[in-house]
């Protein structure tokens, strides 16, 4: 299956669902080569114990001084190139705010993995914060580095504490949720009835019906994968995707994948986000084409986050940027832009109209938690992958 994609993105090249959504264009903020600025910046000290814990021992207040200079921030292609993108504005906004900064993006072709290799070579880390940062990649960052690879940000944030309770992911608080997606399925109301439950999916009237992603190398199938954990465990999920691929699903590589087979009408429903009718109803597609079913009342909750590098020299700048992501204002932008749901409440958030009408929330959000999901991702997926991806 082609997940070159995915690759690309380090397993998460569902990221260029933006990029499709929007329409890919030229924004004029492609990904800069960087390096990290002066140091002296009244940033947090640290210190790092022999388990590669990291511990504020001092908080300084940022000083003019810190708040300049360039900051390198890591990120996913559409953060920053498809038309609309997050990014660029969040550039515009934040250096009108802080006229002494300038904000450069990077890219890094294999994402988070870029930088688990340069920490592994004792390499300089050319970034000061990373975008997009989600639990699978944090779990692989803790599973095979020795030393903090991002510092925690604790209560650094004067806007942190906005942040809803279930979206945060990361027990040590080093990144920090700035968006979320809730999985659900899209489905064309005038080929196939709603689905109600996740059982209904093995049954004929939804026979032959049914797009899913490889988990292996998108964050969408990962996340859709998980939800079928979530609900039958850990000893019956596989039981349940083989009654799944007996009753017809196509597995395809990554997100762009399956949404393009959807929308050419290969297959009348497809996993996707709940946000689906906000594009739909930006570009006047059919609304019949994008209806949105949540399992048993459930969407799963797949939030994105950020983080400073522990080696980064503009610590309060990063940290700056960060909270700067967190105001009503970004939030706003961040979610309308990206298609995603706000990291605070939505009611805190600046979204307009069309965002409230169209982007739909499950009754019962579910997910798993970091602690739940180490020493078991890996497992779950390669099974899956056994039984179903190569079955």
Same mark, same amino acid.
């Given at each position: 299956?082609?997940?070159?994609?995915?690759?690309? *993105?380090?397993?998460?090249?569902? @990221?260029?669902? @933006?990029?499709?959504?929007?329409?890919?264009?030229? #924004?004029?903020?492609?990904?800069?080569?960087?390096?990290?600025?002066?140091?002296?910046?009244?940033?947090?000290? *640290?210190?790092?114990?022999?388990?590669?814990?990291?511990?504020?021992?001092?908080?300084?207040?940022?000083?003019?001084?810190?708040?300049?200079?360039?900051?390198?921030?890591?990120?996913?292609?559409?953060?920053?190139?498809?038309?609309?993108?997050?990014?660029?504005?969040?550039?515009?906004?934040? $250096?009108?705010?802080?006229?002494?900064?300038?904000?450069?993006?990077?890219?890094?072709?294999?994402?988070?993995?870029?930088?688990? @290799?340069?920490?592994?070579?004792?390499?300089?880390?050319?970034?000061?914060?990373?975008?997009?940062?989600?639990?699978?990649?944090?779990?692989? #960052?803790?599973?095979?580095?020795?030393?903090?690879?991002?510092?925690?940000?604790?209560?650094?944030?004067?806007?942190?504490?906005?942040?809803?309770?279930?979206?945060?992911?990361?027990?040590? $608080?080093?990144?920090?949720?700035?968006? *979320?997606?809730?999985?659900?399925?899209?489905?064309?109301?005038?080929?196939?009835?709603?689905?109600?439950?996740?059982?209904?999916?093995?049954? $004929?009237?939804?026979?032959?019906?049914?797009?899913?992603?490889?988990?292996?190398?998108?964050?969408?199938?990962?996340?859709?994968?998980?939800?079928?954990?979530?609900?039958?465990?850990?000893?019956?999920?596989?039981?349940?995707?083989?009654?799944?691929?007996?009753?017809?699903?196509?597995?395809?590589?990554?997100?762009?994948?399956?949404?393009?087979?959807?929308?050419?009408?290969?297959?009348?429903?497809?996993?996707?986000?709940? *946000?689906?009718? #906000?594009?739909?109803? @930006?570009?006047?597609?059919?609304?019949?084409?994008?209806?949105?079913?949540?399992?048993?009342?459930?969407?799963?909750?797949?939030?994105?986050?950020?983080?400073?590098?522990?080696?980064?020299?503009?610590?309060?700048?990063?940290?700056?940027?960060?909270?700067?992501?967190?105001?009503? $204002?970004?939030?706003?932008?961040?979610?309308?832009?990206? #298609?995603?749901?706000?990291?605070?409440?939505?009611?805190?958030?600046?979204?307009?109209?069309?965002?409230?009408?169209?982007?739909?929330?499950?009754?019962?959000?579910?997910?798993?938690?970091?602690?739940?999901?180490?020493?078991?991702?890996?497992?779950?997926?390669?099974?899956?992958?056994?039984?179903?991806?190569?079955?």
């Amino acid at each position: 299956m082609d997940s070159k994609d995915a690759e690309r *993105t380090d397993g998460n090249g569902d @990221r260029s669902r @933006r990029a499709y959504l929007a329409t890919v264009g030229s #924004v004029g903020a492609a990904a800069l080569a960087g390096c990290t600025g002066d140091a002296g910046d009244g940033s947090t000290p *640290t210190e790092t114990a022999t388990d590669g814990t990291v511990t504020e021992t001092a908080t300084a207040t940022p000083t003019e001084a810190s708040l300049s200079g360039t900051l390198t921030v890591a990120t996913y292609p559409s953060w920053v190139e498809s038309d609309g993108a997050a990014g660029p504005w969040l550039k515009e906004q934040f $250096e009108a705010e802080y006229p002494d900064a300038t904000v450069e993006y990077v890219t890094p072709d294999s994402a988070v993995n870029y930088f688990i @290799r340069r920490k592994q070579q004792d390499a300089p880390i050319d970034a000061d914060a990373y975008v997009g940062l989600n639990v699978d990649q944090l779990l692989r #960052v803790d599973s095979e580095l020795d030393e903090p690879l991002f510092a925690q940000v604790g209560g650094e944030l004067s806007n942190g504490d906005a942040v809803r309770d279930g979206l945060r992911f990361d027990p040590q $608080e080093r990144a920090v949720p700035y968006d *979320t997606g809730y999985i659900s399925l899209v489905f064309d109301e005038s080929a196939v009835d709603r689905p109600g439950t996740f059982d209904d999916l093995t049954t $004929e009237p939804w026979a032959d019906s049914l797009i899913v992603q490889n988990a292996q190398s998108s964050a969408t199938g990962r996340a859709f994968l998980l939800w079928t954990v979530k609900q039958f465990g850990a000893d019956g999920y596989l039981d349940y995707w083989r009654d799944l691929d007996s009753n017809g699903i196509t597995v395809l590589g990554n997100w762009d994948d399956a949404y393009n087979a959807y929308s050419e009408g290969e297959k009348p429903m497809v996993v996707s986000y709940s *946000t689906d009718q #906000v594009y739909a109803n @930006r570009y006047d597609q059919d609304m019949t084409r994008h209806q949105v079913a949540f399992l048993n009342d459930q969407g799963y909750a797949n939030p994105e986050g950020m983080a400073v590098f522990a080696d980064s020299e503009k610590r309060a700048l990063a940290t700056e940027f960060m909270d700067f992501m967190l105001t009503a $204002e970004a939030q706003g932008e961040i979610a309308v832009r990206n #298609v995603q749901f706000p990291a605070i409440p939505a009611e805190q958030a600046n979204l307009p109209e069309e965002f409230a009408r169209y982007a739909k929330i499950p009754d019962e959000p579910v997910t798993f938690t970091y602690e739940e999901l180490k020493g078991n991702l890996d497992g779950w997926i390669e099974d899956w992958a056994r039984e179903i991806a190569q079955g």
